[in-house]
């Protein structure tokens, strides 16, 4: 069985378990809510009843997450469980929201609970059978890197402390007669509110596209330094089609001078190996002319100026056209993001530093790139 497949086979075991867990912790919980009169043990067993849609929805995504490629999605469906645990995570929102609503009506109405052994043996079962989904999701999000299992355990930590609460509640207000029930209700759903923002952040990061792969791309420059005609590198691309299929590129600077066939040979090489950490990779070739001494003098030049401006920057494909009376230097410069203003006085500065050398004239032709790629 491949990787994949057995990842689809963990995950929608994990979501088959959380279905059947939560019917019967929230049958339970709707009938002594029902008995006791209690709107907060009500609102978690409603709660309860959608976390086990949520899992119905985990279930759904990792099954359509194994969709073989196609025609129109030649990349494959992987992003389905980016898709399905935002759906988790609105969820969640919802969640909050309603029994916030619920909460509020019972402050302003409050009504008196009716407590019996019951209710405290089937709310304490329901905190350590949540308790034990938490950590049983938690641990197979982390084995299998899935988003939609990470959040469903969020959702059942916040369930455990939404239960406990409810259980104080309505350990205080038989003791005590006073009637807080609708307060700890609404306590419980701003905070599971506030976990549903966190949640929908973190889930909707890779369906928009978010940064490199800090361990794919120490991966893939670490093995860099074991080819040592790579002379420099830039424009590193990871493209993340759901969890553990990524497909990535990047342009090698390499000696104009090596034999073609060669260094072909070794990008080859290079791209087989990378392909052993489950990803695809895709290298540009880049030549470097490495014996111009003038043209070393210019590039030194303008790597001065631009790193006594900033430290993060960096150029590539520096090259030079002589034209009439002067000459055009051409060149790829990797901006920070708090620079982006900042251009037509970097070209002006640039200028300067190289019209200052005695070389002759020079006109800078400066294509800016973001700094998150190289």
């Known amino acids: 069985m491949s990787e994949q497949k057995s990842r689809a086979q963990i995950g929608k075991m994990a979501g088959l ?14 009938v002594i809510g029902v008995l006791s009169a209690s709107m907060s043990i009500i609102a978690d067993a409603i709660n309860n009843f959608t976390d086990g849609i949520s899992s119905v929805v985990a279930l759904i995504g990792f099954k359509l997450s194994q969709k073989p490629a196609d025609a129109d999605h030649p990349f494959g469906h992987a992003r389905f469980e980016y898709v399905s645990s935002l759906i988790v995570s609105i969820i969640v929102m919802f969640i909050g929201f309603e029994l916030a609503k619920s909460s509020i009506e019972k402050i302003f109405n409050p009504e008196a609970i009716n407590f019996s052994v019951l209710t405290l043996i089937i ?3 329901s905190i350590v059978g949540k308790l034990a ?8 999000a982390k084995k299998i890197d899935s988003t939609t299992l ?11 402390i939404m239960t406990s609460v409810i259980l104080f509640a309505t350990l205080f207000e038989y003791f005590t007669s006073i009637k807080i029930d609708g307060y700890t209700g609404l306590a419980v759903a701003i905070f599971i509110m506030i976990s549903g923002f966190n ?6 990061s890779p369906i928009l596209g978010k940064k490199n792969d800090d361990h794919l791309k120490d991966l893939i420059l670490d093995k860099i330094k074991e080819y040592p005609i790579v002379i420099g590198y830039h424009d590193l691309m990871i493209h993340d089609y759901g969890p553990g299929i990524s497909f990535c590129s990047i342009h090698f600077e390499i000696d104009k001078n090596l034999d073609p066939l060669y260094v072909h040979e070794l990008i080859d090489k290079f791209e087989r190996e990378i392909a052993e950490y489950g ?15 003038e043209l070393n003098i210019l590039k030194h030049a303008v790597t ?3 790193v006594n401006v900033d430290v993060r920057m960096s150029i590539h ?11 055009k230097v051409f060149f790829d410069l990797a901006l920070p993001e708090n620079l982006e203003n900042k251009k037509d006085e970097l070209k002006t500065l640039i200028e300067n530093e190289l019209n200052s050398l005695g070389l002759g004239i020079f006109q800078a032709e400066i294509t800016f790139d973001s700094i998150a790629f190289n």
């Open 317 to 327: 494909d520096f090259r030079t056209i002589p034209c009439d009376g002067f000459s």
């Open 279 to 293: 990803t695809s990779l895709t290298v540009h070739y880049d030549p470097v002319i490495t014996d111009s001494k």
């Open 17 to 30: 378990i959380g279905i059947i867990a939560n019917v019967i912790l929230a049958s339970g919980k709707l």
């Open 123 to 125: 709310l304490l079962i």
């Open 304 to 306: 001065n100026c631009i």
């Open 199 to 204: 949640l929908i952040k973190e889930t909707s």
């Open 133 to 140: 989904l938490c950590f049983f999701n938690y641990s197979i």
């Open 150 to 160: 990470k959040a469903t355990a969020m959702d059942c930590r916040n369930d455990v």
